[in-house]
């Protein structure tokens, strides 16, 4: 189905864009929720006359998503769960979890879908997600995921925790190495191992 988009969809286009779409994606998301009208010439001439008001309300509410990126990136994300002698959780951390957290730590309302987790956490550490508060502005987050809040001020004070033979450790820093070297490759000493 042929749709012109009346907001800025992520990995599908700008507000404006003629775009070709799944007629369920269509009829079940887009067109119910005022994210695009169908495709036709009566309605190119209506979005060409609201292009200028629609362009507006995506700035501000684009605007308004900036405003919560300091509430966002200061929120501490501690998740205490319940986990076997390995690490292993005994369910897991979804993004709904994690939607309510945010809202209950820094008082910022997102919905599931605008937390980027991938798969659901399943295990004791520490993640980077990314929440989506408008299609411009993604914010990256820590999650501290642990059994109890001793581990988790393990983990935020970057120490290693032991599970019999799993160890769980925050993630390191990597030093940024120019694009044009290899990783793990030392630039110097290469070159004085070709002068030879």
């Known amino acids: 189905m042929k749709v012109i988009l009346t907001e800025k969809i992520t990995r599908l286009g700008n507000i404006g864009d003629t775009v070709e779409v799944k007629t369920g994606y269509a009829r079940n998301f887009l067109l119910p929720n005022n994210k695009a009208m169908r495709w036709s010439r009566e309605n190119v001439a209506l979005f060409e006359a609201q292009k200028a008001e629609l362009q507006a309300r995506h700035e ?20 205490i769960r319940q986990a076997g002698d390995t690490g292993q959780l005994y369910g897991s951390v979804s993004s709904r979890d994690i939607a309510r957290e945010l809202k209950a730590v820094a008082n910022v309302d997102v919905v599931s879908a605008q937390v980027m987790l991938g798969a659901p956490i399943k295990s004791i550490g520490v993640f980077d997600i990314n929440i989506a508060l408008h299609p411009d502005v993604i914010v990256p987050i820590k999650v501290y995921v642990a059994r109890t809040a001793d581990e988790i001020d393990a983990l935020v004070a970057g120490k290693v925790l032991t599970f019999g033979a799993k160890q769980v450790e925050p993630e390191p820093v990597v030093d940024e190495q120019p694009a044009s070297a290899e990783p793990g490759m030392d630039t110097a000493v290469e070159s004085e191992s070709v002068a030879e």
């Open 60 to 79: 501000n509410a684009r605007k308004a998503a900036e405003s919560k990126v300091d509430a966002v990136k200061n929120a501490k994300m501690y998740m």
